[in-house]
Structure formats: C-alpha cells, structure tokens
C-alpha cells in the first residue's frame, strides 16, 4: 500500500506564496500521475493541478492557472505544488493522490478524482485577507 504524506501547508495572508510536498512511501512513483485536489468547506472536492507520469505534461485549473506550478522529482518519490499570490478562495484542505495505472499518452491526465488510487491525509491551507 502507498503512503503519500503532504506537507508545507499553513496560514498566510492574501499575496503570498507557499509550497506542498508530497512524498510517497513506495511504489513505482515514476510510472505514477500524480495530482492535488483541494476541498474548502461546505464545497466538493475539486482538481487543481496535475502532472503525468511524464513530467513535462502538466495541467492546471483555470482557476489556479499563471499563479500554480505543479512539479515531480521521481528521485525524491515526490511531488510539489507552488502556490504564488494566494487568495481567500484558495482556503482548503489539500490532498495529494496518485493514479497508479496512468494513460500511456502522457498528455492524458485524469481530473476526476475517482480515477486515483492513493490519498494523502490532507494538508491545511489558509489565506487570510
């Protein structure tokens, strides 16, 4: 069983920057898409950023795009979500997951979070105005 471990989350004020590892236990991680989800309260989870088994594919929520930077490194078994000029809107609980059985066509990379095998317990993230 893979274990992913986030962290790097906290309170911020609006405009700053933060970033979220994720570190997996084991497992083929290289052959492994991983993804961030983010659920605020009262809201349905939602996609916020993905990157392929392939690193140089990666894919971003409108809602996040310009301001995120999804990035992997297969010899850490981590990923990493830089986050820059955050919002209020950008409160949530964030989770790290894994698709272990990924696309072969590297530009294909799954937003529906029911395609992930492998959650992250979540990590806190809050903007303050």
């Known amino acids: 069983q893979v274990q992913l471990v986030e962290s790097g989350g906290g309170l911020v004020q609006a405009g700053d920057s933060l970033r979220l590892s994720c570190a997996a236990s084991q497992g083929v991680f290289s052959g492994y898409a991983m993804a961030w989800f983010r659920q605020a309260p009262g809201k349905e989870r939602e996609f916020v950023a993905g990157i392929s088994w392939n690193p140089a594919f990666t894919y971003l929520a409108d809602s996040v795009k310009g301001r995120f930077t999804i990035s992997r490194d297969n010899a850490k078994n981590s990923v990493y979500l830089q986050m820059n000029s955050l919002k209020p809107d950008d409160t949530a609980v964030y989770y790290c997951?894994?698709?272990?059985?990924?696309?072969?066509?590297?530009?294909?990379?799954?937003?529906?979070?029911?395609?992930?095998?492998?959650w992250g317990q979540g990590t806190q993230v809050t903007v303050s105005l």
């Open positions: 997951a894994a698709d272990r059985r990924p696309a072969l066509n590297p530009r294909v990379v799954a937003t529906d979070g029911g395609r992930y095998d492998y």
